[in-house]
């Protein structure tokens, strides 16, 4: 018999002496939970450490005194528990009645009735008069936070706010205050929430079991039961985290996290929780229209769609099919980036066909592909949460990912030792145990110098490189050119900070890599990723839970557009099409002949094609390339000398006026389909509204323009699309159908049906590709850096409560108020130099550009480097970026440009 099993007896409500069992270091109630017993709880919650304040939970328990909490009381072999003795029952009715009576809690106006524990519990209990009277004094309510109501008056003090707040978002901005009848939650200082340091989660919200926090933008809109809960994929980042949408007549009145979901069990960010109302704008697009004279004109979609067809038929006729290009969104599903690869390729006859991961991750999908076999994240973001060590470089985890943050600092609440590697000091350093300032564009010396540290002494897992990989000697010959002192001469870190973090590495295994776009967003970007990787092949951590090397996709679909082929390189599957049995395979699969085999151009070389005349049609899906883009007034020169340009969007844009036609697209929650997220998991998108107008799914306008060549395509819907055609095309995707993706979705490969997901690559150190490749790079410096003129290195990046403010957060009622302009963050000690103050206005200038923002002086920035982010136009930092690309992945280097900085007097 398993010694960790226990017996316990329980007497209940409608049972006596029910035989149950649970394991050793299991609460009482956490084996009544298993167990379905029925308790009462307001303070417990599972995924937070127990309380025992409610004094709901109580049970008697035979040969132990009083009466204790079942949540902090240890489950021991042999218990008998009566859950609902007469003495049990009356002191829930007890406290109960008190906590009515010491609070505002008439359900008449209260906007959590019918979803208010407290309510439920007062109704199950048979209480129908109060005996307890109080003088009963008001707080005010405070609102002052754009997203949520606080009010003191409904609170029970059950502490879940507090605790989903330290615990679970890991943020620690409020705190229970005084003691007894006069305890009370606030935030530190006792300040509004509006002037705490709140990120603005929601979290709380989600949490209370009252009316003491409620939504602002679902307040009078619904009452639970006339809501319909509808399960699906946020729309931003690329976490995927789960969340229920509350729906009623067809619109969205409030979001929350799906508290079993994977991978995000329940936590969401204040994008992902609040930012759902844009797709109400009344400045959606809602029907085709055509430029006329100077303007748009509303069109048919046959009228649009017949104009579309003929002026490509028209520059095929006379350029061929290679003078069109096109561009498939990573935001929207994978059907539709499917259908936009499988148009161009089979339809119009090119493989000029991109996705925005050029732009940001396309170096982690050439890299990890040479490294390991797989361009994708090894492992799984709930890894983090348990991981002993996390080595995050080039990552600004805490605003462009925040829920995969907050398992970054469970894990250090749990002991692990996380480093930080980042020019700035970002709010993910203030949880690390050392925060590692490298200069921008110095990550290959910094990794190449922590590499020679490893193998000069006998620090690198031998055993693991001679098994595992190929290719070590030529990187020790390599790394050996990167002494410590020499990297520290270009990284700026000191040699012996240089091997602290080496033997640090060295001494816990496996770890983590986590990185984001400061890696892969310089004309080293592919270099950086292959050093991240050599670095965790020489320590032996890949193939293994809580190791690994951990891109985070930017965009909710980066990943999916990847894996659906909008490439100019691969079919679906990254099946190659220059490989002449791929093409075979997918010509009987779309009943075509000769697909074309010649490996198709990358969006940079598409852009500039426009201006040169080898692009005479472009088609940009759902990409706002004339604000994301480096060097925006070059960008709008090339989208203006377009012959013919195609824009299918949903709002106009910055880009949108370049058109010569706009197709309006149905948006997230207005149509059925699947986003795979940046650990390959493969999860459903449903619908919770009908699109504006006569706008339509992305994936049945490309179908209808294939019928304008007289394809005939059979699918009709997002699962037809993917069960039907994606999951038998793309070897990875064998095993996943909607069926088996109802609820939690699941991580590629998936190579058949009875095949449970793989949460780890590479698994055990067997790479995809046989041996993992060892691959030496040499440090190369940014395209451009600071010189008299130009003194100061400007780096670019997110900022939480934003994305994209043309088309999503911008128009969602609060986000501007929490950020509603750009700044440029600049050091203590420049803007002392420069003699400006914080909030002034001051003019940022490259060689192609200048914005003038407002300066914000922060400790986060060292010296020489000024931060800007590209949500607000006005202010966009993409004015300034340079026009520089990886030579391999062409991905822009967003993250290095030399500036300079004046103040406008």
């Known amino acids: 018999m398993d010694k960790d099993i226990i017996s316990l007896t329980v007497n209940g409500k409608d049972f006596q002496g029910k035989k149950i069992q649970g394991k050793r270091g299991q609460t009482v109630l956490e084996v009544f939970r298993d167990n379905g017993i029925p308790v009462p709880t307001l303070c417990y919650h599972p995924q937070m450490p127990p309380y025992g304040g409610c004094r709901l939970c109580i049970v008697e328990i035979e040969k132990m005194r009083g009466l204790p909490p079942s949540c902090t009381t240890p489950a021991a072999d042999g218990m008998v528990i009566h859950t609902h003795s007469k003495a049990v029952v009356e002191v829930r009715k007890t406290v109960l009645e008190l906590l009515v009576a010491y609070g505002d809690h008439n359900c008449l106006y209260c906007e959590q009735s019918g979803n208010c524990e407290l309510q439920n519990l007062v109704y199950e209990h048979g209480i129908d008069t109060i005996r307890f009277k109080t003088k009963f004094v008001p707080k005010p309510k405070d609102d002052s936070n754009p997203m949520f109501i606080r009010d003191q008056n409904k609170c029970v003090l059950c502490g879940r706010c507090v605790r989903a707040c330290l615990h679970v978002q890991v943020n620690g901005v409020i705190d229970v205050a005084a003691r007894g009848s006069d305890s009370y939650i606030t935030t530190f200082n006792n300040t509004s ?23 602002k933008k679902a307040k009078g809109l619904g009452r639970p039961w006339e809501l319909q809960k509808i399960r699906t994929t946020c729309v931003y980042c690329g976490v995927g985290c789960q969340m229920w949408l509350h729906v ?4 969205i009145v409030s979001v929350t996290g799906v508290e079993d979901g994977a991978p995000n069990e329940g936590r969401l960010c204040v994008k992902g929780r609040f930012g ?5 704008s009344k400045e959606r697009l809602t029907t085709p229209l055509i430029k006329e004279n100077g303007g748009f004109r509303e069109a048919s979609w046959d009228e649009a769609l017949d104009l579309i067809a003929a002026k490509f038929k028209e520059i095929i006729a006379k350029h061929g099919p290679d003078a069109l290009a096109g561009v498939s969104s990573s935001r929207s599903i994978n059907e539709d980036s499917y259908q936009m690869q499988k148009l161009f390729r089979s339809v119009l006859g090119t493989n000029n066909i991109d996705n925005c991961a050029r732009a940001c991750h396309a170096p982690t999908v050439a890299g990890l592909a040479k490294s390991f076999g797989s361009g994708a994240m090894t492992n799984s973001i709930r890894d983090l949460a348990k991981a002993k060590m996390i080595f995050a470089i080039g990552t600004n985890m805490t605003e462009a990912h925040p829920v995969a943050s907050t398992y970054v600092k469970n894990a250090v609440a749990s002991g692990a030792e ?3 590697v980042d020019p700035r000091f970002t709010d993910l350093a203030k949880y690390a145990a050392l925060h590692v300032p490298i200069r921008v564009g110095s990550d290959v010396a910094y990794l190449n110098g922590l590499m020679n540290v490893l193998i000069t002494e006998n620090l690198y897992d031998k055993e693991y490189v001679g098994r595992c990989c190929v290719g070590f000697e030529e990187l020790k010959a390599k790394v050996l050119e990167y002494p410590p002192e020499r990297a520290s001469e270009i990284c700026g870190i000191s040699p012996d ?3 602290d973090v080496a033997r640090r590495l060295a001494a816990v295994r496996p770890s983590m890599l986590v990185y984001t776009l400061g890696i892969t967003e310089h004309t080293c970007g592919m270099n950086n990723v292959l050093s991240c990787a050599n670095l965790q092949m020489l320590l032996g951590n890949v193939g293994y839970e809580y190791s690994g090397v951990n891109p985070l996709r930017g965009q909710n679909n980066v990943q999916g557009a990847c894996d659906m082929g909008a490439l100019p390189n691969v079919f679906p599957g990254y099946h190659k099409v220059d490989d002449p049995s791929s093409r075979k395979k997918f010509e009987a699969a779309w009943g075509v002949e000769d697909l074309p085999g010649k490996v198709g151009i990358m969006m940079p070389n598409m852009i500039e094609g426009l201006a040169d005349g080898s692009i005479k049609g472009f088609y940009i899906f759902g990409e706002n390339l004339a604000n994301t883009e480096p060097d925006i007034k070059h960008i709008e020169h090339c989208l203006d000398s377009a012959e013919f340009l195609v824009v299918q969007d949903l709002f106009h844009t910055e880009t949108t006026r370049f058109a010569d036609v706009i197709l309006p697209a149905a948006a997230w929650s207005e149509n059925d389909g699947t986003f795979t997220s940046t650990e390959r998991r493969v999860s459903r998108v449903r619908t919770a509204s009908p699109p504006p107008g006569i706008s339509k799914p992305n994936w049945w306008i490309f179908r209808e323009l294939a019928k304008r060549w007289g394809h005939e395509w059979a699918s009709n819907s997002g699962q037809e699309l993917w069960d039907n055609e994606i999951s038998v095309l793309a070897p990875q995707l064998v095993g996943i159908k909607y069926s088996r993706i109802e609820d939690d979705g699941l991580q590629w490969p998936v190579p058949d049906m009875n095949h449970a997901g793989t949460p780890t690559l590479h698994k055990d150190g067997h790479f995809t590709c046989g041996l993992g490749n060892l691959v030496p790079v040499d ?8 010189d008299d003129a130009y003194p100061f290195v400007l780096s670019t990046g997110r900022r939480l409560p934003h994305y994209h403010t043309r088309t999503q957060t911008g128009r969602c009622v609060g986000m501007n108020e929490i950020l509603g302009e750009e700044t440029a963050d600049i050091s203590l000690e420049d803007a002392a130099a420069l003699k400006i103050e914080n909030g002034e206005m001051i003019r940022v200038s490259s060689r192609r550009g200048e914005v003038k923002v407002k300066a914000k002086v922060t400790e986060r920035c060292p010296k020489g480097l000024v931060w800007m982010a590209f949500h607000f136009r006005e202010g966009c ?3 300034l970026t340079n026009t520089a690309f990886d030579p391999v992945t062409q991905t822009a280097e967003y993250k290095a440009c030399a500036v300079k900085v004046e103040k406008i007097e």
Not at 779 to 786: D, M, S
Request: charged share 20%.
């Open 418 to 420: 996380l480093i930080v």
């Open 497 to 499: 900070g240089i091997r």
């Open 276 to 280: 759902y109302d844009w797709i109400y």
């Open 779 to 786: 440090w190369t410096p940014p395209a451009e850096v600071p």
């Open 193 to 215: 929430m509006k002037d705490s340091n709140c990120v603005s989660c929601g979290q709380c919200v989600q949490a209370c079991p009252v009316g003491a926090l409620t939504a």
């Open 877 to 879: 930092a993409n004015w």
């Open 248 to 251: 009623k007549d067809d619109k």
